[in-house]
């Protein structure tokens, strides 16, 4: 296991801190710490299980169990497929398939260059442009195996 820096640790230990009086807190723990540094890195987890008196296994299970949840860091740009019902109906799985050759990696995955990490999503709320995909925070619908190639070579046709 990696161990944090000083300030990531410091940074962890505040978020955790700031959320440890409200009910339930890890969630929001957890988000907040991806928001800051991007994943919930293992080295994270014995200074959340302090500051909010749990266990580690407690704190792991959470962050293993939710998808949402990376424990390494992201390519520079995230891409999101949606595996939800209407995409699917409207050839999600072709699109998924040439995500994955495309990028040369498969979910949960970062291309080798840092640059695209590729996640699974169950719905990016788009069904009426089904099959959709978000890259870093814009959503984009109605994509081809063709549109997907010139949204990642930055085109961003719309």
């Known amino acids: 296991m990696t161990s944090l820096s000083a300030a990531d640790a410091a940074l962890v230990q505040r978020i955790a801190g700031e959320h440890a009086h409200r009910p339930g807190p890890l969630l929001e ?17 014995p200074v959340i299980a302090q ?16 998808h949402h949840f990376r424990s390494a860091k992201p390519g520079r740009q995230v891409v999101q497929v949606c ?6 109906s409207m ?3 072709e699109l998924e398939a040439h995500a994955k050759a495309r990028l040369g990696v498969d979910y949960h995955e970062t291309t080798a260059d840092g640059r695209y990490s ?7 709320g788009n069904c009426a442009c089904a099959p959709s995909v978000m890259i870093g925070e814009e959503i984009h619908g109605r994509v081809t195996p063709e549109r997907f190639d010139a949204l990642i070579a930055g085109e961003h046709a719309s």
Request: aromatic content about 8%.
């Open 91 to 93: 050839r999600g799985a």
């Open 51 to 66: 500051v909010l008196n749990l266990s580690r296994a407690e704190v792991h299970g959470v962050v293993t169990f939710y």
């Open 29 to 45: 723990v957890l988000h907040a710490v991806q928001h800051a540094l991007g994943f919930v890195p293992a080295a994270a987890v």
């Open 83 to 88: 595996r939800a019902e209407a995409c699917q």
């Open 118 to 124: 590729l996640e699974p999503v169950y719905c990016l």
